[in-house]
């Protein structure tokens, strides 16, 4: 493989490479390369920070101790942060990091609980290059979500929106494919969707709407897993998150052509390391008019400093 289209992956799916490793590369082909690279990252190496200040701690203890454990987690959130910069400026498993980075960018959400940070921070790792449909369940239950997007206060008596209208408007679809009516109908399918203080998934019956709802044409007494399913089932979905991955990887200049070749391929099944595979495979990834185009974050300048 060239030295040139190498530079060009690592800068893509990494931060860089020294020339050690590039020179060792320059000896393989593509294929196996690329092998190597999902190789690499086939486990999930979860990142795990200290969560000693909570331990025996009841919710009366929370009650009573709320302004200095919320300041301690603030303190431990940011030195999560720290640590994953270290885990990007070192990483073993190249792929899934710049994937975590990538899906952080796309599932936007914030929360100071430094456990439920840590859990959400690594179910993006986890999920980072598996099914897309079991990423978007996973992220529509876990506790900083819940919380960010007020799902917790999504009650049938008074339905919140915010998690319907973002689930479809950044998360799956793009604007301009739904309805107001569909953000009405799919809120109602989320209510109920809570956690516990550990961080866990709750789904509360009493505040569950159990009413039929009626997304996208279908009806029924859907949940919020089947307004999911429902979801994936239009492929505007698979072409949204297609753009978005040839943007961030390839160019923020869309060719439709291979974006509705990646969608075509990520359809069949969501899965993302077969869409990011053929992406990587593809001649027209490593094209003169791809490299050199993408303009660095400032975590992927920061990283890539020492390569």
């Not at 190597?36 to 190496?45: D, Q, R």
């Not at 454990?69 to 999560?80: A, M, N, T």
């Not at 990520?266 to 390391?273: A, L, P, Q, S, W």
Request: proline share 2%.
């Amino acid at each position: 493989m060239k030295s040139a289209h190498i530079q060009h992956l690592y800068n893509r799916i990494g931060f860089g490479i020294s020339p050690k490793e590039l020179a060792r590369l320059s000896k393989k082909s593509k294929k196996n390369i690329i092998n190597e690279l999902f190789k690499a990252s086939e486990n999930t190496t979860i990142l795990q920070g200290d969560t000693s200040f909570l331990n025996g701690k009841s919710y009366q203890d929370f009650k009573k101790e709320r302004k200095k454990l919320q300041k301690i987690s603030r303190k431990k959130v940011k030195e999560f942060s720290i640590a994953w910069f270290k885990r990007l400026n070192n990483p073993t498993e190249i792929l899934r990091e710049k994937m975590t980075l990538f899906w952080a960018n796309h599932f936007v959400c914030e929360d100071n609980n430094y456990v439920y940070s840590q859990q959400f921070h690594n179910t993006l790792r986890t999920h980072a290059l598996g099914n897309f449909k079991d990423f978007v369940v996973a992220i529509s239950k876990e506790a900083a979500m819940t919380k960010y997007l007020n799902t917790k206060q999504n009650k049938k008596q008074k339905p919140n929106e915010n998690f319907a209208r973002e689930l479809m408007e950044l998360f799956t679809l793009g604007e301009g494919h739904y309805t107001e009516d569909d953000i009405k109908e799919s809120a109602r399918a989320f209510t109920g969707y809570s956690h516990n203080l550990q961080g866990k998934f709750v789904f509360r019956k009493r505040p569950h709407d159990e009413g039929v709802k009626t997304f996208f044409g279908k009806s029924g007494n859907f949940n919020g897993d089947d307004i999911i399913d429902i979801i994936l089932e239009n492929k505007q979905c698979a072409k949204y998150i297609c753009g978005k991955i040839y943007r961030y990887f390839v160019n923020h200049t869309i060719d439709e052509g291979h974006v509705n070749a990646m969608a075509d391929l990520f359809y069949k099944d969501y899965n993302i390391e077969k869409v990011m595979r053929y992406m990587l495979l593809s001649d027209w990834f490593y094209d003169e008019k791809n490299r050199g185009t993408k303009i660095k974050s400032p975590i992927e300048f920061l990283v890539g400093i020492k390569t």
